[in-house]
């Protein structure tokens, strides 16, 4: 079933109505007060998906951009209603609730249902008061040993709020996704006019950059107040995983950014409990997620029956610091170190136990950072990398990689965001010497806008496919990627929109592969031509990407 109309016009609705202060009077009664104005502002979410059930969220807020983060809430706690349905007009009501949310967890709401049947659509809704929410579809997985015929599963990252508009969330909306993964940079901590794009900043963020609790909820209710973004949350349930930006640039574990605002140890910490915090509550998460002071468990597994593995990782919480002074360097013996780690020892050793007692079709790793080797330098005696890639944590990459290879993982697919550029590539079993057969494939998702507008390219043309023949496609459009997963064969679908600084803008494919069943390499499909409008004048390996001249806001 097609998501109606009505439900991505209601999310603009909602979005429209939040964009006004009300003036809000509050009526108490003894315990719960009862609001005046609509607290919907920030739509809905489900998330997480299990064969019985899903968690749905939604955040109470009348005035979003409230400066305490309380989103102009009054203090006291608020009952909140919630139903799930088999239909979109709710005369078949499968499941329902009550929810006590209130100033201490950010008027937040999370529920997760439980009893539902597996493999089907199902609508929901909130309630408080006269008030109530817009609806939301959402999913759940298939039985677990079942291999469904396809799993329409779309994935993005980076949307900087202020460098363009979130037309790429509309588009992915109205193309029905079963499920959609978000690999982080869900928003960025900057004030505004710090961060500027090339093409000029199109609308700016509220408020300081986010170093407390408070500044962190209002920034997150900033992007929740987006009409495009409500859209994309409510037309399926998402797999959330944060980068580095929802906290701030380029951490690491403890160590903040060189130049932070934050610089002092104590300071960080404070600040990266405020920034986990946050994004619990505006996130589709499951209590097993809800942060313990500075430490939160973001990495999880997610089955669609045994057709697919979603292994969601975090490689920020526990890595150790960017090697060799971070940036791009060249040669950089520590990021060969075996002792040091990108995922922690613990993570590492669940994502290999995962690999052995994998029996899906397709194992995804939902990440971060750029996996595959991607050198910058032509010379032979030369390797140039970034350090804040997998490329700056050799080691454990190839401990990765060695993993799916000896637990004989069908399809490995690594799904990658962080670098503002469609890429894919064939992951080759020895690095640096970039030697073997492939034994597993990269996809990486554009930004929804960070870098702006963008550019096309010739991809063969471009220095990064020359020097690394196992990467077959770069473009730096904005966008993000549709994938359709069968028993035999996954289409992917690399789709980009040629401006984000005019609302509306068209979106198309630039280019298409699949990747067949046990092969494990990459096969185009279709590749639309250059629009001369939008080519790069750049082609270096790096062109166009935040990563040149060492300029790591991405």
Known sequence: MRLSRRILLASSASATAASAVPAVAWAQSRRHPTLDADPFNLGVASGDPEPDGVVLWTRL???????????????GSVDVRWEVATDERFRRRVASGRYETGPEIGYSVHIEVEGLEPGREYYYRFRTGRWVSPVGRTRTAPPLGSIPAELRMAFASCSQYEHGYFTA????????????????????????????????????????????????????????????LQAAHAVA???????????????????PE??????????????????????????PLR??????????????RVQWGQLANFHMMDTRQYRDDQACGDGTQSNCADAWDESRTITGQEQEDWLIEGFHSSSARWDLLGQQVFFTQRDAAAAEDDLRTSMDGWDGYAASRQRIIDGWVEAEVRNPVVLTGDVHTHWAG??????????????????????????????????EDNAA?????????????????????????????FRVVPQVTVQGAPVYTRRSYSVVDGDRTLHQTYDRPVDPATMSKDTGPFADSDELADDFLN
Request: charged share 25%.
């Open 61 to 75: 807020a009348v005035h979003p951009l409230a400066e305490d983060g309380m989103g102009g809430m009054p203090n």
């Open 169 to 228: 969330y509309r588009h992915l909306a109205e193309s029905n996704p079963d499920l959609v993964l978000h690999l982080g940079d869900y928003q960025y901590e900057y004030k505004a006019g710090v961060y500027l794009s090339p093409d000029g900043n199109v609308r700016d963020h509220e408020g300081p950059e986010t170093v407390s609790l408070a500044t962190y909820r209002q920034r997150h209710a900033q992007y929740k107040t987006d009409p495009d």
């Open 237 to 255: 349930p998402w797999l959330v995983v944060w980068d580095d930006h929802e906290v701030e640039n380029n951490w690491a574990d403890e160590v």
């Open 258 to 283: 060189s130049g932070s605002d934050t610089p002092e140890p104590e300071d960080f910490l404070r600040r990266r409990e405020a920034a986990f915090k946050a994004y619990w509550e505006n996130m």
């Open 287 to 300: 209590r097993s997620s809800v942060p313990s002071g500075i430490d939160m468990q973001l990495y999880r």
């Open 426 to 459: 064939e992951i080759l079993p020895d690095f640096p010497a970039a030697q073997g057969a492939s034994v597993g494939v990269e996809l990486v998702a554009s930004s929804i806008t960070s870098g702006g507008n963008g550019v096309d390219s010739v991809p």
């Open 465 to 493: 496919l020359v020097i690394n023949p196992h990467i077959k496609f770069r473009n730096a459009q904005r966008g993000y990627v549709e994938t359709v997963i069968g028993p035999d064969q996954m289409d992917v679908h």
